[in-house]
């Protein structure tokens, strides 16, 4: 209900009663004084997005020279180890510090164990064997997980409907002997059991491997996200149910501080929370709570709805890809893993 403004009322004399409902506010802090030019609004910035801070995921697939497209994630690939090799040296120049690596593997190749996880030879070996040699200052991050190489896509083993916990930390600790004997530097438990950081971190020492580290995916929610991902690996259409009987339920937030100081007790000297944009709040509790390198994982849906939308022309998909980056560190985030590193270090090399 507000009353019409006198037609004979001059603009001025509306300004001048604005300066004293002003005055008599003893308006002493003018919040828009330090955003009045770029070079203030640099100088009292409070995060920054840098190359440091990128993970990039890569999707491998078999053969050479292929690159092939994911439908639902415009601009990914999933790449033969030789393209992968050349996308490392590209990475490397970029100054990425790291890549995470995510098979798709064939039908003939799974089974209800998913013992291509245990293969030497696997898609993900030969990826690290390869990228060592060709770049041996980037980081590889490996995922210990059993859904690229299972019938069922389950990331454990499966006895009827149930995904058995500790027959699962058995399989799951020699995949993560196999990748580390193939140069993996960093062991990445997205499977969610209960104890495979402990049982992970004891294996790993007991073969001489105490310095390779451990990022854990301890707040991983069963969540909606993950589905362009799945067709990536090729587990979309293969998975039986979901995954809610080990991955978090996405109402909790207290678990997910008790997953986090379990995860930390049992030896990872990293932990991630995944997805990231919807649950900044967790990574800003971990933060607040733990003093541990804490990483979010922009999963594939959240970028495959900045990528359509801006394909559309909805957004502007790159100011929205550099918003929701910033907005990890803002939430004290220590790195991210996202499909836009590339692209990302891209634009801020040439803003550097
Ligand atoms: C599975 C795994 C998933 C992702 C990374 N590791 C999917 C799942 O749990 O089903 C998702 C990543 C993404 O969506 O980008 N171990």
């Not at 105490?210 to 587990?235: C, H, L, W």
């Amino acid at each position: 209900m507000t009353k019409p403004m006198p037609a004979a009322r001059h603009h001025d004399e509306g300004v001048q009663e604005a300066r004293d409902a002003l005055k008599k506010l003893n308006l002493t802090h003018r919040a828009r004084r330090n955003r009045k030019t770029e070079w203030s609004r640099r100088l009292v910035r409070e995060n920054v997005l840098t190359t440091s801070d990128l993970i990039w995921p890569l999707f491998l697939i078999e053969g050479e020279k292929r690159q092939e497209p994911v439908a639902a994630m415009p601009g990914v690939e999933r790449l033969s180890v030789d393209a992968a090799v050349r996308a490392a040296v590209k990475a490397a120049e970029l100054d990425i510090p790291a890549l995470a690596f995510f098979p798709y593997t064939e039908a003939e190749l799974r089974d209800p164990l998913g013992k291509e996880a245990l293969n030497p030879d696997n898609l993900v070996c030969r990826a690290c064997r390869a990228i060592k040699r060709e770049v041996p200052h980037i980081g590889l991050i490996t995922d210990v997980a059993l859904d690229p190489y299972t019938t069922h896509g389950h990331d454990g083993v499966m006895r009827g409907e149930e995904i058995l916990n500790d027959e699962s930390v058995a399989v799951l600790v020699e995949q993560a002997l196999n990748q580390t004997r193939a140069g993996a530097d960093v062991i990445a438990p997205s499977d969610m059991m209960d104890g495979r950081v402990a049982a992970i971190r004891a294996a790993l020492d007991a073969e001489g491997f105490e310095s390779v580290q451990i990022m854990s995916y301890a707040a991983k929610y069963a969540s909606a996200f993950y589905g362009p991902f799945r067709d990536a690996i090729g587990t979309k259409g293969v998975l039986i149910g979901d995954k809610r009987t080990y991955q978090m339920d996405p109402a909790n937030a207290e678990e997910a501080l008790r997953e986090v100081a379990e995860d930390i007790e049992e030896g990872a000297d990293m932990v991630m929370v995944k997805p990231g944009l919807p649950y900044l709040d967790i990574i800003r509790r971990i933060k607040d709570t733990f003093p541990i390198p804490t990483f979010a994982y922009q999963v594939s849906g959240e970028y495959a709805m900045i990528r359509a939308a801006a394909l559309n022309g909805w957004i502007d998909g790159e100011k929205a890809m550099l918003e929701s980056l910033l907005a990890f560190k803002r939430a004290g985030a220590s790195g991210i893993l996202t499909y836009f590193a590339v692209e990302v270090a891209e634009k801020l090399q040439r803003h550097a």
